[in-house]
């Protein structure tokens, strides 16, 4: 066992604050990481307040993982000392099943090993990012390419592949309309890679507060959704709405906007239930789905595919100890776009 600092939530809705937390001894098939980077995601804020139902306290938030190997187990073959790596939202799966087979982990018919606020297979909690180290099995950590910097690389673990993974499923790319809703730390990446891909971006946002950000950052089109007139004048006209919005919707209005056969996938994950009536859906073969991050297989592709776009976040560096203000400005869509802590002021 290794004893790390680490900031952690001592209960539901406290405020998160400096501690030491102990990290197994580093097993056969091990690696243990230096990390040097945690993104905040707005999922950390939703589970350190419990609003996603009871949790596990103390707290270590923390699934944006960017790191250096420092140790390997006897038997680990895919990486070595000095290595950069990733860790996402889950650190192990059952390794069995269909989807594990598949190498959709993340949908693990017995349930994926969070990275954070879980149960590891050893009985032990588990522990996130915001600290400074974590030992984790080698198939559930990522290699980061060399063309991408550890600090912007870090929110791909999460906002890069939970928008990756759905506009690769529904096809985004030429020819392809695409709206995503929301531009915060998942939704600034959707934008990024959905241009990338080669589809036609639009993005939908509370007001036009951010709108040069937006064309800047790959859209083709910026909309307040505060305006009404944003509903009348792009109804009928998307392929795919990826929405990434961390509160409920009025999902009527929104899948208003879709093309026959047009989808509307959610990876926003709000508290509270969603008002929807099935008339929304009805009317031109409309389909309304999820898609939760995305399989190490998949991580992996889409960090290449990062890596060779050129694609990292835009992040605002803190230390760990301005998390517990950090959190408040992403409560309060303030966030330009995603926090990132430098551990080393853990
Ligand atoms: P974030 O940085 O806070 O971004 C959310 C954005 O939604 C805000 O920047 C804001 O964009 C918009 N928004 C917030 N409140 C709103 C409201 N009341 N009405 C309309 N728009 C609102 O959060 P994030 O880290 O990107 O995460 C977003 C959501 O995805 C969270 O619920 C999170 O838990 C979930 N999530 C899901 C997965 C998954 O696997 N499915 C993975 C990661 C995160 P504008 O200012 O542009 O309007
Ligand atoms: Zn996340
Ligand atoms: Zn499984």
Redesign the pocket.
């Given at each position: 066992m290794t004893t790390v600092a680490a900031y952690a939530a001592p209960a539901a809705k406290a405020p998160l604050e400096r501690t030491t937390i102990e990290r197994r001894a580093v097993g056969e098939f091990d690696v243990l990481i230096d990390i040097k980077f945690a993104g905040?995601?707005?999922?950390?804020?939703?589970q350190v307040r419990e609003g996603?139902g009871k949790a596990i306290f103390p707290m270590v938030p923390g699934?944006e993982i960017a790191g250096v190997v420092s140790e390997v187990g006897s038997g680990v073959t895919k990486y070595s000392v000095g290595d950069r790596v990733g860790v996402g939202?889950m650190v192990d799966s059952c390794r069995e099943c269909d989807n594990c087979a598949k190498g959709l982990e993340?949908y693990c018919l017995k349930g994926m090993i969070g990275t954070y606020n879980a149960v590891d297979k050893d009985g032990e909690p588990t522990y996130g990012g915001y600290s400074e180290k974590i030992v984790v099995d080698e198939n559930y950590v990522v290699r980061i390419p060399d063309g991408l910097s550890l600090d912007v690389a870090a929110p791909l673990l999460?906002?890069g592949?939970?928008t990756y993974?759905p506009l690769r499923h529904w096809n985004a790319g030429p020819g392809k309309k695409v709206a995503v809703?929301?531009?915060?730390?998942?939704?600034?990446?959707g934008v990024k890679i959905a241009h990338a891909l080669g589809a036609e971006v639009t993005?939908?946002?509370?007001?036009l507060?951010?709108k040069d950000d937006?064309l800047k950052l790959g859209a083709d089109h910026y909309y307040a959704?505060s305006d009404p007139e944003t509903f009348e004048e792009l109804k009928g006209s998307f392929d795919l709405i990826l929405n990434?919005?961390?509160?409920?919707?009025d999902f009527a209005a929104y899948l208003s906007l879709l093309r026959t056969d047009g989808a509307m996938v959610?990876?926003?994950?709000?508290?509270e239930p969603v008002n929807i009536t099935l008339l929304s859906v009805f009317g031109n073969r409309r389909s309304l789905s999820?898609?939760?991050?995305?399989g190490i297989p998949e991580t992996q592709e889409m960090l290449d595919f990062c890596a060779e776009h050129g694609l990292g976040a835009e992040i605002e560096l803190i230390r760990a100890d301005q998390v517990n203000e950090a959190y408040e400005r992403?409560?309060a869509?303030?966030?330009r776009?995603?926090f990132v802590i430098d551990t080393a002021t853990i």
């Amino acid at each position: 066992m290794t004893t790390v600092a680490a900031y952690a939530a001592p209960a539901a809705k406290a405020p998160l604050e400096r501690t030491t937390i102990e990290r197994r001894a580093v097993g056969e098939f091990d690696v243990l990481i230096d990390i040097k980077f945690a993104g905040i995601c707005h999922s950390d804020i939703h589970q350190v307040r419990e609003g996603w139902g009871k949790a596990i306290f103390p707290m270590v938030p923390g699934h944006e993982i960017a790191g250096v190997v420092s140790e390997v187990g006897s038997g680990v073959t895919k990486y070595s000392v000095g290595d950069r790596v990733g860790v996402g939202c889950m650190v192990d799966s059952c390794r069995e099943c269909d989807n594990c087979a598949k190498g959709l982990e993340q949908y693990c018919l017995k349930g994926m090993i969070g990275t954070y606020n879980a149960v590891d297979k050893d009985g032990e909690p588990t522990y996130g990012g915001y600290s400074e180290k974590i030992v984790v099995d080698e198939n559930y950590v990522v290699r980061i390419p060399d063309g991408l910097s550890l600090d912007v690389a870090a929110p791909l673990l999460c906002a890069g592949i939970t928008t990756y993974s759905p506009l690769r499923h529904w096809n985004a790319g030429p020819g392809k309309k695409v709206a995503v809703v929301g531009l915060g730390g998942l939704g600034h990446m959707g934008v990024k890679i959905a241009h990338a891909l080669g589809a036609e971006v639009t993005v939908l946002s509370q007001s036009l507060r951010k709108k040069d950000d937006g064309l800047k950052l790959g859209a083709d089109h910026y909309y307040a959704t505060s305006d009404p007139e944003t509903f009348e004048e792009l109804k009928g006209s998307f392929d795919l709405i990826l929405n990434t919005v961390s509160a409920p919707l009025d999902f009527a209005a929104y899948l208003s906007l879709l093309r026959t056969d047009g989808a509307m996938v959610n990876v926003g994950l709000p508290e509270e239930p969603v008002n929807i009536t099935l008339l929304s859906v009805f009317g031109n073969r409309r389909s309304l789905s999820s898609s939760g991050i995305g399989g190490i297989p998949e991580t992996q592709e889409m960090l290449d595919f990062c890596a060779e776009h050129g694609l990292g976040a835009e992040i605002e560096l803190i230390r760990a100890d301005q998390v517990n203000e950090a959190y408040e400005r992403v409560l309060a869509s303030d966030v330009r776009y995603r926090f990132v802590i430098d551990t080393a002021t853990i």
